[in-house]
């Protein structure tokens, strides 16, 4: 086991009203630090789903686990092969190589912190989905980026069939 020590000198600080906002209803993710604010530490984000929204499709990180804390409402969580229905104040961290996804859970919304850790430069990739969504870029386009954002998109038949 090897030990990553961040470096960065100051203290990262996020007003609420300064973080940029990437989408709205039905999926919006409040950018809060990318790897380069922390030294490599962690990237973090906040994603609001409206009642039945995907949140992320089935994907690994190789180098980096992700951890989802629930601030309100419930969210289905893909672990592997088992999905996990989480709840206010629940916290679910997934290990790099483990495939993962999430959504709000039926009838619910859902608020999420999220950190993926060591940091990878997230940011631009929340920004590249959001060109997808407004028609700017193609879907296929993820698959050219999969290894700059250590983001692997994968099938799962537990994800697929938890309803």
């Known amino acids: 086991m090897s030990l990553f020590v961040p470096k960065f000198d100051e203290s990262v600080i996020v007003r609420d009203a300064a973080a940029e906002v990437i989408g709205g209803d039905p999926v919006g993710v409040k950018l809060l630090a990318d790897s380069s604010a922390t030294g490599g530490a962690l990237s973090t984000v906040r994603v609001t789903l409206a009642e039945g ?35 206010r104040g629940d916290l679910i961290v997934v290990p790099p190589g483990r495939p993962h996804a999430f959504a709000a859970a039926p009838g619910a919304t859902a608020d999420l ?29 993820l698959l050219e980026v999969q290894d700059l954002y250590d983001n692997h998109f994968l099938k799962s038949a537990a994800w697929e069939g938890r309803h």
């Open 53 to 87: 929204a995907d949140g992320a499709f089935p994907h690994v990180h190789n180098n980096s686990a992700e951890m989802f804390y629930l601030l309100d409402g419930a969210a289905e969580v893909l672990s592997g092969d088992d999905v996990v229905t989480a709840e």
């Open 113 to 141: 912190l999220i950190v993926i850790t060591p940091g990878v430069e997230r940011f631009e990739y929340f920004r590249h989905l959001q060109r997808i969504r407004l028609g700017e870029l193609t879907p296929e386009s």
